[in-house]
């Protein structure tokens, strides 16, 4: 029987993988969101863009609003947003205006994003060192898995449905961890009642975004993910537009990258018991190139969508994989506060997640776009893991 002190891994796998199933469940309807909208799809991009900004900017506040209120009620607050969010992207289709879409996603974002940072906070205060570890590594495969399951639902979803449907889907999920976060523990005994005073603020945040090793970090961590997100906001147009590929395909296809993504975390926990992080690095930076390499060759050739994305794909998860936990472990050694710490590698790494897809939006849309931006992140990265961990 489930107590108090030991919280049910259902509602922690939810809650890790709350912003990333949010971030990717709709994309399957991209192509039709564009459609029913009447704009572009670079436009149509806007809908992860914005989500992304909210998603970093919510890293920021929900430390010290857990800090201030505790726990669960920075859990509630941030859920609720969510679900709320999501019904407003639903009235923006009602509505027809596609602006009340974008700030739907953006309020979203805010909402869903306090689940990865309560999740680490939760596991971390309820759990001893040890058992804290290994209940973060079973999540953490399950964290690979879900966003490809949440696309595969969305590609269900969005084929049999209107891409409403997808938006409904996401506040279900929010009702459902709202009701199993009322059984989490309150961990937070003694309130911080200085924790969103200014200067209090200011003051911990700026000594963080002096710490070069714990930037560098988070930029690493920001071009892993980037396969992630820039896959979500183009690979629908590329797949379903451009190669003829259904979306209820598209959907079940999804299923494959986040397979590479679990094998990854599963090698990086192995390899870590070996070698440096920076080796590690740079072995994921390496495969997630050759990856790269391969998905341009495969559209020179015009093979079908399944094998000139998906598989090279689940290789590029499984590079970042092995990049994303040594990048943050390195980032994490190099301050003492661990709280504003991790919220500014987070901020960081989500921010360099926008600024990517943003730019996205003034380069016309085509195939080898994919590729050609992988290839650059790649470059990034290894240069960036060669000047700052030597």
Same mark, same amino acid.
């Given at each position: 029987?489930?107590?108090?002190?030991?919280?049910?891994?259902?509602?922690?796998?939810?809650?890790?993988?709350?912003?990333?199933?949010?971030?990717?469940?709709?994309?399957?309807?991209?192509?039709?969101?564009?459609?029913?909208?009447?704009?572009?799809?670079?436009?149509?991009?806007?809908?992860?863009?914005?989500?992304?900004?909210?998603?970093?900017?919510?890293?920021?506040?929900?430390?010290?609003?857990?800090?201030?209120?505790?726990?669960?009620?920075?859990?509630?607050?941030?859920?609720?947003?969510?679900?709320?969010?999501?019904?407003?992207?639903?009235?923006?289709?009602?509505?027809?205006?596609?602006?009340?879409?974008?700030?739907?996603?953006?309020?979203?974002?805010?909402?869903?994003?306090?689940?990865?940072?309560?999740?680490?906070?939760?596991?971390?205060?309820?759990?001893?060192?040890?058992?804290?570890?290994?209940?973060?590594?079973?999540?953490?495969?399950?964290?690979?898995?879900?966003?490809?399951?949440?696309?595969?639902?969305?590609?269900?979803?969005?084929?049999?449905?209107?891409?409403?449907?997808?938006?409904?889907?996401?506040?279900?999920?929010?009702?459902?961890?709202?009701?199993?976060?009322?059984?989490?523990?309150?961990?937070?005994?003694?309130?911080?009642?200085?924790?969103?005073?200014?200067?209090?603020?200011?003051?911990?945040?700026?000594?963080?975004?002096?710490?070069?090793?714990?930037?560098?970090?988070?930029?690493?961590?920001?071009?892993?993910?980037?396969?992630?997100?820039?896959?979500?906001?183009?690979?629908?147009?590329?797949?379903?537009?451009?190669?003829?590929?259904?979306?209820?395909?598209?959907?079940?296809? +999804?299923?494959?990258?986040?397979?590479?993504?679990?094998?990854?975390?599963?090698?990086?926990?192995?390899?870590?018991?070996?070698?440096?992080?920076?080796?590690?690095?740079?072995?994921?930076?390496?495969?997630?190139?050759?990856?790269?390499?391969?998905?341009?060759?495969?559209?020179?050739?015009?093979?079908?969508?399944?094998?000139?994305?998906?598989?090279?794909?689940?290789?590029?998860?499984?590079?970042?994989?092995?990049?994303?936990?040594?990048?943050?472990?390195?980032?994490?050694?190099?301050?003492?506060?661990?709280?504003?710490?991790?919220?500014?590698?987070?901020?960081?790494?989500?921010?360099?997640?926008?600024?990517?897809?943003?730019?996205?939006?003034?380069?016309?849309?085509?195939?080898?776009?994919?590729?050609?931006?992988?290839?650059?992140?790649?470059?990034?990265?290894?240069?960036? +893991?060669?000047?700052?961990?030597?």
């Amino acid at each position: 029987m489930q107590t108090k002190s030991n919280p049910s891994f259902l509602t922690l796998i939810l809650m890790i993988s709350f912003a990333s199933v949010n971030a990717v469940l709709f994309t399957p309807a991209l192509p039709a969101i564009a459609k029913f909208f009447a704009i572009a799809d670079s436009t149509a991009q806007l809908t992860i863009t914005w989500f992304l900004i909210g998603y970093a900017a919510g890293q920021l506040i929900y430390g010290p609003i857990a800090n201030r209120f505790g726990r669960k009620p920075a859990l509630y607050a941030g859920i609720i947003l969510q679900i709320l969010s999501s019904l407003l992207c639903v009235l923006a289709g009602w509505m027809h205006v596609y602006s009340v879409l974008v700030l739907g996603r953006l309020l979203l974002a805010l909402g869903a994003g306090v689940g990865l940072k309560m999740t680490f906070t939760l596991v971390n205060e309820i759990y001893e060192p040890d058992m804290a570890r290994q209940k973060l590594a079973y999540l953490m495969l399950a964290f690979a898995i879900t966003p490809g399951l949440g696309v595969m639902a969305g590609g269900f979803l969005a084929s049999h449905f209107d891409w409403t449907s997808t938006f409904y889907a996401g506040a279900i999920y929010g009702l459902v961890l709202l009701a199993l976060t009322t059984q989490l523990p309150e961990t937070k005994k003694e309130l911080d009642y200085d924790a969103l005073k200014l200067n209090h603020l200011i003051n911990g945040y700026v000594t963080q975004f002096k710490n070069l090793t714990l930037m560098t970090g988070g930029l690493l961590m920001g071009g892993a993910a980037c396969f992630i997100y820039v896959f979500a906001a183009l690979g629908p147009f590329i797949a379903i537009n451009m190669m003829g590929m259904d979306v209820a395909s598209y959907g079940t296809a +999804n299923i494959l990258p986040p397979i590479g993504l679990a094998l990854g975390s599963l090698a990086s926990a192995q390899l870590s018991k070996k070698f440096k992080p920076t080796f590690i690095v740079n072995l994921g930076i390496t495969i997630a190139f050759i990856a790269s390499i391969a998905m341009f060759m495969l559209m020179l050739i015009k093979l079908p969508a399944l094998l000139t994305l998906f598989v090279p794909m689940m290789l590029c998860y499984l590079g970042s994989a092995l990049v994303f936990p040594n990048a943050s472990t390195q980032a994490m050694s190099a301050t003492a506060d661990k709280a504003h710490g991790s919220a500014v590698m987070n901020f960081v790494n989500m921010g360099l997640v926008t600024v990517v897809v943003l730019s996205m939006g003034a380069i016309p849309m085509n195939p080898f776009l994919l590729p050609a931006i992988f290839l650059g992140v790649c470059v990034f990265m290894a240069a960036l +893991n060669k000047l700052a961990f030597k």
